[in-house]
Every structure is written in structure tokens, then in C-alpha cells.
């Protein structure tokens, strides 16, 4: 998560390698952007939904707004300077203890890249099963899913895809709440 730059620095004052270990971690990440740890973000008080609406991050009268995220590219937030608060304030565990020293550089890029991987399993499986809406959140996705094959009449093999799929976020979500957010 590139946002968290400053309140780290602020934090930890060590400019320099604390810099240094966002931009590789944050940069080579975006799971708390791009719906995979989130679902939405809830402005907070001090927003200004006024100007979050202008930036088209947020939708008329909303208080929150659904992630994936519209304002990440991948990569890096593309309203970094006006982001809202949660997303200023939000540092992920892996981050966290990165910064203190209890998991090393490697690792954490090891855990982001097994992470995503994994996300990435579970983005095919939706797809495989018809499911192919990148713009929401893969929790949604899989709750949708999940609905559909117990109303539905599925064929034996999008039952067995359901318990791959079923498999697959059940591992993801071992792997979010251990290393990411509780
Ligand atoms: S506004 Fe920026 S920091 Fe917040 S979720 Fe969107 S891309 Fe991420």
C-alpha cells in the first residue's frame, strides 16, 4: 500500500530505509486497493466527500465507495495526495511487522507474491464459472457464486469447480487474516 508513506515516516522517522521498504512492499501489493482485503472504504469524519466525489472516487450521496479501488492502477493510488483517511491511516500487518523488524524484506515479498498468487487463483475459478466482473470485490464475487450454485441446477463439473473455487478462498483467507488484517 503506497499511501501509508507518511504516517510511517512520521512514525518511525528513518526516512530513508522506511521509504525504501514501502515502495518495495506497498508498490509490489495493492491487496488492500484492489479488493481482495477490502470490500469498500467508509469515508471518515474530516473527509471531504465533496471533492471524493469531483475526483469520481465516490458516487452521489455515498458514504463509501467499493473497491476494487477505481483510483489504483495497479500499482500506485492515483489521488495519493487527497486519498481519505482510512486509506491514510490503514497499515497492513505485514507492513507493520515488516517495519519492526519481526519478518525481513524477502519474506514479505514472498507473502505478497503467494498472496496474490492465490487471489489470482480464485479470480480464474470465477471465471471458469462464468463469473468474469473484475470491478467487484472478490468476497462479493464468491458470496454471488455461492448463492448461484445453491439456487441454481449446476452440472457436476461447476460443482466440482464450486469446491475448488470454495477451497481456494478458504486458503486465501487464511493467508489474509494471518499476514495482512485481522
Ligand atoms: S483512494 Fe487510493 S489509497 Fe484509497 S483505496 Fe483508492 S487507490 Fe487505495
Known amino acids: 500500500m503506497y499511501w501509508v508513506v507518511i504516517a510511517v515516516e512520521a512514525r518511525i522517522g ?4 522506511v521509504n ?4 518495495k512492499l506497498c508498490l509490489s501489493c495493492g491487496l488492500c486497493c484492489n479488493g481482495v482485503i477490502f470490500a469498500d472504504v467508509q469515508l471518515q469524519r474530516g473527509d471531504n ?10 458516487k452521489r450521496n455515498a458514504t463509501k ?5 477505481t483510483m489504483h492502477d495497479g500499482c500506485r493510488c492515483g489521488i ?3 486519498r481519505p483517511k482510512y486509506c491514510r491511516q490503514f497499515e497492513c500487518l505485514l507492513l507493520q511487522n515488516a517495519n519492526e523488524g519481526r519478518v525481513n524484506e524477502s519474506d514479505a515479498i514472498s ?13 480464474d475459478l470465477l471465471e471458469q464459472l462464468g463469473d468474469k466482473d473484475a470491478s467487484v470485490a472478490l468476497s462479493k464475487r464468491f458470496q454471488a457464486m455461492r448463492k448461484q450454485m445453491e439456487n441454481g441446477r449446476a452440472g457436476a463439473e461447476q460443482v466440482d469447480l464450486f ?9 486465501l483467507n487464511v493467508l489474509l487474516s494471518e499476514r495482512f488484517y485481522r
Open 20 to 23: 525504501n521498504l514501502v515502495e
Open 80 to 82: 495519493y495526495k487527497e
Open 65 to 69: 465507495f467499493p473497491q476494487p479501488c
Open 163 to 171: 469446491g475448488l473455487l470454495t477451497v481456494a478462498v478458504h486458503e
Open 14 to 17: 528513518a526516512r530513508t530505509n
Open 49 to 58: 466527500s465533496a471533492r471524493l466525489r469531483e475526483l469520481g472516487v465516490l
Open 111 to 123: 507473502v505478497i507474491k503467494e498472496t496474490r498468487a492465490q487471489a489470482a487463483k480464485v479470480r
